[in-house]
């Protein structure tokens, strides 16, 4: 079997008029994914999400250009074989870093899918695990820098869904975040897992500033205060309170978790399949945390390709954390690009799809629909 062609898909769409949610990355006005097409021998095809970078018409040109034409002919269920190719072709040496890994996330995504449409197994089989199921906390857009009383309303608006854990978002004002983890907390007790997410907009001065508030009010984890290489920040930050930090959504292959790892003030791993190196990168990043008895939680991506990736790799490892829930109200890249139930139950948990591969099919008329708009997704 071989690798006879690989098509890119950029495709956005705006948030609809009206919505104006904000979080420390800024205001986002447009949602922003890049899929990627591997064709194989026998009619076989995988699909795969890259993430959009910030610049999803450069990545998808990346692909297009560079990698894509470095790996046709290839066996598409070598995917150690190809990684590695694009590894010392591309990324090691002159490449475009992290660029690079996400380009390479995408089309080892799709060739998962084939393999297990080659196989007739869904990916968790694959890997060695079971359809189970993963607890969840509401995640995407939502619980962002609201009044403290909507804050409440659509936190309960979660909880009577099933969820048993949500993240609010900081990086607002230390104030205005302090007043709505107390808000929140008191009006849900202590039975909610609470997450909290900065998206690196505070200095170590506003962690500082925050951080008690944290700790009493028991929060589960303090994602990304900093920029992923603010080392000497994340080592300050984490002896400043019992509150864990997480990072990792911006942390790119095994090479930079084993960095993160020997600082060992992250304590929370929280690669992206779409970003990291795709799932034959996040099964090594995986191993390496497992050794550490440290969980992975993923950070999941814009689409219902990624998301479903994400599924069937916390089946099939054994130090799986939390899956990050899309809870957003409107996001047609989970509800339109595939069918596929990403509802979570009455428990609070979600399942892999039982399908072959990534266990979903792509509406190609809705990726034609979706065309690349051009300039930045955040304001």
């Not at 591309?90 to 890994?101: D, P, Q, S, V």
């Not at 968790?124 to 939502?142: E, H, I, N, Q």
């Not at 403290?148 to 230390?174: M, S, V």
């Amino acid at each position: 079997m071989k690798i006879r062609a690989v098509s890119v898909h950029p495709i956005s769409y705006r948030v609809p008029e009206g919505t104006d949610f904000r979080m420390g990355v800024g205001r986002m006005v447009k949602r922003d994914a890049v899929l990627v097409k591997v064709t194989a021998d026998e009619g076989l095809v995988g699909w795969g999400e890259a993430h959009h970078g910030r610049s999803p018409g450069a990545i998808a040109k990346l692909i297009d250009s560079t990698l894509a034409p470095m790996i046709l002919g290839m066996d598409p269920l070598d995917s150690v074989g190809v990684w590695q190719r694009l590894y010392k072709g591309h990324f090691a040496t002159h490449g475009f870093g992290a660029g690079t890994a996400i380009c390479m996330s995408g089309i080892d995504l799709a060739l998962w899918d084939i393999r297990g449409k080659a196989a007739g197994w869904p990916i968790y089989r694959l890997l060695g695990g079971s359809r189970k199921d993963l607890r969840a906390y509401a995640g995407g857009l939502t619980l962002g820098f609201q009044d403290p009383a909507a804050l409440i309303d659509e936190a309960r608006g979660y909880i009577d869904a099933g969820y048993g854990a949500l993240k609010l978002r900081l990086g607002d004002t230390p104030e205005n975040d302090v007043m709505r983890v107390e808000a929140v907390r008191q009006a849900l007790g202590n039975g909610v897992d609470i997450l909290t997410d900065v998206n690196a907009a505070y200095r170590l001065e506003e962690i500082r500033r925050i951080m008690p508030t944290l700790d009493a009010c028991r929060v589960g984890w303090l994602e990304e205060p900093f920029p992923p290489y603010d080392d000497y920040a994340y080592r300050k930050a984490a002896a400043l309170g019992r509150t864990p930090i997480a990072a990792g959504e911006n942390h790119y292959t095994r090479f930079e978790f084993q960095r993160l790892m020997a600082d060992d003030a992250v304590t929370v791993l929280q690669p992206d399949l779409s970003k990291c190196g795709g799932i034959t990168e996040l099964l090594r990043i995986a191993a390496m945390a497992s050794a550490r008895k440290q969980l992975i939680n993923p950070h999941t991506s814009m689409t219902a390709l990624n998301m479903v990736a994400s599924l069937h790799l916390l089946s099939a490892i054994d130090n799986g954390g939390y899956f990050e829930a899309d809870a957003t109200e409107v996001n047609p890249f989970r509800t339109e690009l595939a069918s596929v139930d990403l509802d979570v139950s009455s428990q609070g948990c979600v399942r892999a799809p039982d399908g072959p591969g990534l266990g979903l099919e792509i509406d190609e008329n809705f990726v034609a629909k979706h065309p690349l708009i051009d300039g930045p997704c955040y304001v």
